[in-house]
């Protein structure tokens, strides 16, 4: 997973530790010139300030009406029981909702009898993922597309470099190794957002048909300018789009982990979609199986002044 220079926690979960708002705490430089102690730092929570006045701020997107949380884990499914998807998820309706706190609370190893790999989802879903939509088209008449959380930057000099993971079988993956081509759509953390990843994530099952839908059922449309290349999909759900492509190095962009790939691009160029207009906006998030917003942030106090050696 990656390591974010940032800290996501929530905004209730600091004050009341029972909500799974984002937040961020801001670490303190360190200098390698200075042997000085770098001063201990009190933290508050502050509400996210968004442009838009009156904007309350909220973490949950849920589908609308809202369904009874999951208490039974998930039955692990070993890698070989992997097919492609044959039948579409019905269109689910988003709505935000106030906070709440995490629905599983894991336990440590030798206190519980649950296999590993389930107490390993368990903990990772009280982690916050970011949610992207990777698009790709190969030879073929119909483009392709899926719904990822494991999107993160590995690199960025000399040029931007990203990595995600595929499992396999995928059709996407298929148009992605075979093109070498791909976007990847930065989505608004909001219902509109939240609707295109959701639609996607069923997979490409029906066809040409998902991306023929997309904007009856999400306000969305794509074009793809000439053939071969990744469609970039507009919409209100959608702030920016990275055009990208496979390194070629190593291993051609596509290193090979047990039933998964993992995806190695570089960034060409940077879209942004809808002639702006989403400035207080951040990227969809994705926790304890809900879609989320980002809420507010953790900072530092007024009473420690910087560079002062923690004196008041």
Same mark, same amino acid.
């Given at each position: ?12 979960a ?5 909500? =799974? ?7 303190? *430089?360190?200098?390698m010139?200075? /042997? ?15 442009? =838009? ?16 949380p ?10 070989? =029981? ?11 309706? &988003? ?23 389930e ?11 970011s ?10 008449p119909?483009?392709? /597309?899926?719904?990822?959380s ?8 000399? *040029?931007?470099i ?9 059709? *996407?993956?298929? /148009?992605?190794?075979?093109? $070498?081509? &791909?976007?990847?759509?930065?989505l ?13 994530? $069923?997979?490409?099952a ?6 023929e839908?997309l ?8 074009? *793809? ?12 759900g ?15 962009g596509l290193?090979?982990? $047990? ?14 979609? =809808? ?13 304890d ?24």
């Amino acid at each position: 997973m990656n390591s974010p220079p940032r800290i996501m926690v929530g905004l209730k979960a600091a004050a009341e530790r029972c909500s =799974n708002s984002a937040a961020v705490i801001t670490a303190p *430089t360190l200098s390698m010139k200075s /042997a000085k102690p770098i001063p201990m730092r009190r933290l508050h929570i502050q509400s996210q300030q968004h442009i =838009n006045k009156g904007h309350v701020p909220s973490c949950t997107i849920l589908p609308y009406p809202r369904r009874a949380p999951i208490s039974q884990p998930l039955t692990h499914q070993p890698p070989h =029981n992997r097919t492609l998807s044959t039948t579409p998820h019905p269109l689910r309706q &988003f709505t935000t909702s106030p906070p709440t706190p995490p629905s599983i609370h894991p336990h440590s190893s030798s206190s519980t009898s649950l296999p590993l790999p389930e107490q390993f989802r368990s903990l990772m879903r009280l982690i916050t993922h970011s949610v992207v939509v990777c698009t790709s088209s190969s030879s073929g008449p119909i483009p392709r /597309a899926m719904t990822m959380s494991s999107f993160t930057s590995l690199s960025l000099l000399p *040029t931007p470099i990203i990595s995600f993971n595929i499992a396999t079988p995928s059709r *996407t993956f298929d /148009a992605l190794s075979s093109s $070498r081509l &791909f976007n990847i759509h930065i989505l608004t953390d909001d219902p509109s957002g939240a609707r295109i990843a959701d639609w996607l994530a $069923r997979g490409n099952a029906a066809g040409l048909e998902v991306f023929e839908q997309l904007q009856s059922e999400c306000g969305c449309s794509y074009k *793809t300018e000439t053939k071969g290349e990744a469609p970039i999909l507009k919409g209100p759900g959608v702030l920016y789009v990275l055009r990208c492509e496979l390194l070629q190095e190593p291993m051609g962009g596509l290193v090979k982990v $047990r039933d998964h790939y993992i995806v190695l691009g570089e960034v060409k160029e940077i879209v942004e979609v =809808n002639g702006g207009g989403k400035e207080d906006k951040f990227g969809l998030m994705y926790a304890d199986r809900k879609y989320r917003e980002l809420g507010g942030c953790i900072i530092p106090g007024e009473g420690v002044e910087e560079g002062k050696d923690g004196e008041e």
